[in-house]
């Protein structure tokens, strides 16, 4: 069964400071990966997505890694802002099964001054 | 990227009437999902809306509750039908063509009273 796990389930952090999620795959065969970021309210909005042949991209202060051969991603979060306060979801995404999603349950990012 | 428009943002509905959300993009694409996210909970896809024929629905979801029309590249609806309390949830619609990433409408938030 494809399947996507992340931790820490919550984080609480101090302004200015860094943060690294974690995000653990079994889905066969592997396309891509990808780590959204969720305001409450809001639909997913897109920060990184990798296929197996990446093992690192940033966007900005988000810097996403993977290692397709361990099965593992993180998310590292440099100097944290108040606008980070987010969750954070890690998907991935097997062509062979009609490009579905798994979705990992998020990590739940409070930012406080 | 691709521009979604989701309406409506949220309602209030009675329990045992119906709430047709929809969804426009800006741009023609492939496929076309929906999800729905339950309080605390990370996205969990309804089904495939399949241009001009029946929608593809995930284990636990039937078309006589969640009907689903796909008329063209760029819309869809679903029907959120004969509601109850349990159906309170946000849903959203997500587009992804071949070349390109999921993105994600800003969300359809429904309480049912």
């Known amino acids: 069964k494809n399947q996507v796990e992340q931790s820490p389930q919550s984080l609480i952090i101090l302004e200015g400071k860094n943060c690294t999620l974690q995000c653990n795959y079994t889905v066969s065969p592997f396309s891509n990966l990808r780590w959204y970021k969720q305001d409450t309210g809001r639909g997913p909005v897109s920060l990184t997505i990798?296929?197996?042949?990446?093992n690192t991209k940033s966007n900005g202060r988000y810097t996403a890694t993977l290692d397709a051969d361990t099965k593992q991603s993180s998310l590292h979060i440099t100097a944290s802002q108040l606008s980070d306060s987010a969750s954070y979801i890690c998907v991935v995404s097997a062509w062979a099964a009609g490009n579905k999603l798994t979705f990992g349950g998020g990590t739940r990012v409070l930012v406080k001054p | 990227s691709a521009v979604i428009s989701q309406k409506p943002s949220r309602d209030i509905c009675q329990r045992g009437t119906s709430l047709t959300i929809q969804c426009q993009v800006d741009?023609?694409?492939?496929?076309m999902f929906w999800y729905r996210q339950q309080p605390g909970q990370s996205l969990t896809l309804i089904a495939t809306?399949?241009?001009?024929?029946?929608?593809?629905?995930e284990s636990g979801f039937v078309i006589d509750k969640f009907p689903i029309s796909r008329p063209n590249l760029t819309f869809s609806t679903l029907t959120v039908s004969n509601m109850s309390p349990e159906d309170s949830s946000i849903y959203l619609c997500?587009?992804?063509?071949?070349?390109?990433?999921?993105?994600f409408g800003q969300g359809t938030r429904l309480t049912v009273v």
């Open positions: 997500s587009v992804e063509s071949w070349s390109t990433e999921a993105f």
């Open positions: 990798m296929t197996f042949s990446e």
């Open positions: 741009s023609q694409v492939t496929m």
């Open positions: 809306a399949n241009q001009g024929s029946e929608a593809t629905y």
